[in-house]
């Protein structure tokens, strides 16, 4: 089988490509690339890509795939397929399920269910626990863990409070080399809240969450990276006080990136409206203050990469006072294109620096096999094929994830992923009509 | 047509003058000894998740004057405390052709929950730490009937504003009609932000009781020391409880209000409670009529009862 992507923007951040070409992949592999690659008479499909980007599959390293444990959240099975559906090729999954990532056992069952045939198709990445079910106490068996296949190792869901633990889970990480994730959360500071400390939470009456409980421990985890020479990614930053922390962690040469959820940097605090629980996270939407110096650092590149921090939920889990709800939005399939609406469009990023925050730039931190278009430089050719133009509204209830709970519901959107390799074609949008496509399907011998 | 009475932040000031105009009424009409409005056979669900005798026998008071029923709905005695979902929950009493919800939840946002599925007339009776609005609407009769007016009277509302709904209701009502509204309070009890909250926020007792018309306490709760927002009760006594000295620099016919239940000695003392200037007795009195008046509106039956009756035999 060879699929020719013909005269489409080839942007391939690994190599600071953008150039219009043709891509050819056959039998699973990525074989050619740039713009002198000939369309072969002898291809199955040519695809016509005038007008498209091709692009790295999008890489997501933060994704809650809610089985074991959670599955009338979200499946190992329909997360997959969202995630394809999104432009993914490769997600990692966070390790805060019921019961908790955090033995080999379990990781060998995640990526069972990854390959199934039911799933998406798409990779699974797995990160396990720092430490056993979440106790923030007794380091888990990370070197058991990292040869059954985990790419990091975080605390998410349950940040570790106490700075020893922390730092002796790092050197062991250290040793492993063996990325850590970290939510970085002050619980004594943020109890009892469940939105932003500002403005809105005094008029709604509802316990807000001050900066300062995001900062604090954003601050203490890249200094205990400093210390131990431990690579730690930092996940959602959302004040502009995390990000200066990061970028002074950098500046004195620690091992410290950091990611951005779409939400936080197109959303603020008043988005919860009149008790919306669909805009509840944590950390919570912010002020117009920290979205701005937050595009700011993504356009600088303090902020590394995009994630979707896809946390899907039950339509009854949310349909409670904001209070009791549950924290978290569904994120996979709009992450993309709200990147392509707000920071593309609106010139913050450059379409190649777009493609390095979804794919190429997230693959580097944790080390995958993806992120690039290079032939044979991934295990099978990880390609996103989107149209930059298309205008679309997200409507959840075309979605592919069981979790119904986006913030951008109804949201008009423009930039679209039209299809998705992993191997084999993985997704195709509906809008993609094969009239775009001259199939030339000739079954060989 | 029916409504709901969930907040003060969202009425419109003719809505908030009709609702006192109402509760003017029905005052009159129970103090003449007039017999209740023919019943129209409507039935109200008191759904209390949170305890309040007090609120709830106003209620109780504000439904037998006006000739409704009443059906009690009480957390520990009820599927309300069995893990029920509130939506279960108001879908069932719409079910059961309740008439009208009052609601009363721990959770800010809960009334307008309970509102959009019941999809009929919903009386918020106090969500969270959000509003109180028939609170608001009491003691703003109170200061009618005091003062005549509402427009340009400066008003002080004193204590933990940071997690009271009746401040916020007040300081939205009291604002929105023209008075001139002080919140006070330790810097721990008060708002990070203020900028989408009604009125003047001040950190200081003295500056924002001077040449008051209304004093407002409110009341302290005893878990916030346990929070650490407050170093001691004596703390808050010497800072902020209003009594004899510091009622010293507001008007000399000022009155003191308090939305019960009172820490005496704690928020105010004797003198402020039972002195003079209290008119807390007169608040708890006007809370049935402003519920009346609450019922009658959320039900969209137009003003006077009694004179539409006169009206009608006329005709």
Redesign the interface.
């Known amino acids: 089988m060879k699929i020719i992507l013909k005269q489409g923007r080839i942007l391939d951040p690994s190599v600071e490509m953008d150039v219009v070409g043709n891509v050819i992949i056959e039998d699973d592999q990525l074989v050619e690339i740039g713009p002198d690659v000939p369309v072969e008479e002898d291809a199955d499909v040519v695809i016509d890509c005038t007008g498209l980007w091709i692009a790295p599959g999008f890489v997501d390293p933060h994704v809650h795939l809610r089985e074991p444990g959670d599955e009338h959240k979200e499946t190992i099975a329909s997360g997959t397929q969202a995630a394809a559906a999104g432009g993914f090729t490769t997600i990692c999954c966070m390790p805060n399920t019921r019961p908790v990532l955090d033995n080999p056992a379990i990781i060998d069952f995640i990526l069972d269910k990854a390959a199934a045939p039911d799933a998406g198709g798409v990779f699974v990445a797995p990160v396990g626990a720092l430490t056993l079910g979440g106790n923030s106490e007794s380091i888990a068996d990370l070197a058991a863990m990292k040869r059954a296949g985990i790419v990091a190792a975080s605390d998410e869901g349950f940040p570790i409070q106490n700075a020893r633990i922390m730092s002796r889970a790092l050197e062991i990480c250290k040793e492993l080399d063996l990325p850590v994730m970290v939510h970085s959360e002050d619980l004594t500071l943020s109890a009892d809240s469940v939105m932003n400390?500002?403005?809105?939470?005094?008029?709604?009456?509802?316990?807000?969450a001050?900066r300062s409980a995001e900062e604090i421990m954003v601050m203490r985890n890249c200094l205990l990276s400093l210390h131990t020479g431990c690579q730690v990614h930092i996940m959602r930053v959302t004040t502009w006080g995390a990000v200066e922390m990061v970028r002074q962690a950098k500046y004195l040469g620690a091992r410290v990136t950091c990611e951005i959820a779409p939400h936080n940097f197109c959303l603020t605090e008043e988005a919860v409206g009149?008790?919306d629980p669909r805009f509840k996270t944590t950390p919570p939407l912010r002020g117009r203050n920290d979205v701005d110096l937050l595009l700011q650092a993504l356009a600088d590149g303090t902020i590394d990469c995009v994630a979707s921090d896809h946390s899907p939920h039950a339509a009854?889990e949310v349909?409670?006072?904001?209070?009791?709800a549950p924290f978290g939005m569904a994120g996979l399939e709009s992450a993309a294109a709200v990147t392509f609406t707000e920071l593309t469009h609106k010139g913050i990023l450059s379409p190649l620096d777009t493609i390095r925050k979804l794919s190429t730039a997230p693959a580097k931190i944790l080390k995958l096999d993806a992120g690039t278009l290079q032939p044979f430089e991934t295990p099978v050719a990880q390609v996103t094929l989107i149209d930059p133009e298309l205008e679309w509204n997200f409507d959840v209830h075309r979605t592919f994830s069981k979790g119904k709970n986006s913030p951008f519901q109804g949201k008009a959107l423009k930039g679209k992923v039209l299809m998705v390799f992993c191997g084999s074609e993985i997704y195709r949008d509906a809008a993609f009509a094969p009239s775009r496509e001259q199939v030339r399907l000739q079954l060989r011998s | 047509m029916s409504r709901t009475l969930l907040s003060i932040r969202h009425l419109e000031v003719p809505e908030i003058e009709s609702l006192l105009q109402l509760s003017k009424e029905h005052k009159d009409r129970v103090l003449n000894g007039m017999p209740p409005a023919p019943a129209a056979s409507r039935t109200i669900g008191l759904l209390f998740f949170e305890n309040s005798t007090r609120t709830r026998v106003s209620f109780e008071q504000a439904a037998n004057y006006s000739g409704y029923r009443v059906s009690n709905f009480i957390a520990e005695a009820s599927s309300l405390s069995k893990g029920e979902t509130l939506k279960d929950t108001i879908r069932t009493l719409r079910s059961e052709r309740l008439d009208a919800v009052v609601i009363r939840h721990k959770s800010s946002g809960s009334a307008q929950l309970a509102a959009q599925f019941f999809g009929g007339p919903v009386i918020n009776a106090g969500d969270g730490e959000h509003e109180h609005p028939t609170q608001a609407l009491a003691d703003a009769l109170t200061i009618l009937e005091h003062k005549g007016r509402l427009d340009g009277l400066k008003v002080a509302i004193v204590g933990d504003v940071l997690h009271s709904r009746v401040a916020r209701s007040n300081a939205w009502l009291l604002e929105k009609m023209g008075a001139d509204v002080r919140l006070v309070g330790p810097p721990n009890l008060l708002p990070a932000e203020t900028g989408k909250l009604p009125g003047e926020f001040y950190q200081s007792l003295l500056p924002a009781l001077q040449d008051a018309d209304v004093v407002m306490c409110l009341r302290l709760q005893k878990e916030r020391m346990m929070e650490g927002l407050l170093a001691s009760v004596g703390q808050y006594r010497r800072g902020y409880q209003v009594n004899r000295e510091t009622l010293m620099v507001a008007k000399d016919d000022c009155i003191v209000m308090h939305p019960g239940p009172l820490n005496r000695g704690v928020e105010l003392d004797d003198f402020a409670a039972d002195g003079p200037h209290s008119v807390i007795g007169e608040q708890v009195e006007n809370g049935i009529y402003v519920r009346m008046a609450a019922l009658s509106w959320v039900f969209g039956e137009s003003l006077a009862p009694v004179k539409a009756k006169a009206a009608k035999v006329n005709a």
């Open positions: 400390e500002g403005a809105m939470s005094a008029m709604l009456g509802l316990r807000g001050p009149e008790f009854y349909e409670v006072p904001f209070d009791a």
